[in-house]
């Protein structure tokens, strides 16, 4: 019992489950990005085919294979904190230039993504917290269009932008935290040594 109480102590277990936890949460949140957009799209009579500007709106390091675990994360729960900003500012300017008052699919489908990313970002946090990292990040909000745009079809297109700003950040947070091999590693190597504890009393 008393090494299974440790383990629970130095996060290992919980630092496995909450990577697995946060993976599936950023695959949930990509299907219901997915179905934003197409409510989005209908609800505003955009053209399937719309394309937006190239670029992105949330400025982070560019990946690189150099990085560790600790700075992957940090990278993703950076862009993540700044997708909330820019959901949060477009939900505000959309009530404001397009009207927001009735309640309907679009609506409560734009709730549930924002309530899914603040709840994927509680586990990146955990997760970046596991590797000695700070998880009080205050993300640059210079360059994200805060203001948004004043004319009304470029209201739109700057929401639908965001949208999928956040759908391409769900994708590469699937992407990483399905990949992080030093943790796992880390993990493993810990188990290991716990077995091999448990051989050595027995």
Request: hydrophobic share 35%; charged share 30%; glycine share 6%.
């Amino acid at each position: 019992m008393a090494d299974r109480r440790t383990r629970g102590m130095t996060g290992t277990e919980p630092s496995r489950t909450t990577a697995a936890r946060a993976a599936a949460i950023a695959e949930q949140l990509h299907h219901e990005c997915a179905l934003l957009l197409e409510l989005f799209r209908k609800k505003e009579s955009l053209s399937p085919d719309l394309t937006v500007a190239d670029g992105r709106l949330v400025t982070v390091p560019p990946p690189s294979s150099q990085l560790d675990t600790r700075d992957k994360l940090w990278r993703l729960h950076s862009a993540l904190l700044q997708c909330r900003s820019l959901l949060e500012r477009a939900i505000t300017k959309e009530e404001e230039e397009l009207g927001g008052a009735e309640k309907g699919d679009y609506q409560s489908q734009r709730k549930t993504v924002r309530d899914r990313l603040s709840l994927l970002l509680a586990n990146t946090g955990e997760l970046l917290k596991a590797t000695d990292g700070t998880a009080v990040l205050t993300p640059s909000l210079e360059g994200l269009e805060i203001d948004g745009p004043t004319i009304l079809f470029e209201v739109k297109l700057w929401i639908y932008r965001i949208f999928k700003e956040l759908d391409y950040w769900t994708k590469t947070a699937i992407t990483t935290l399905q990949g992080l091999p030093s943790v796992t590693a880390k993990e493993r190597g810990r188990t290991t040594a716990v077995r091999r504890r448990r051989s050595t009393r027995r």
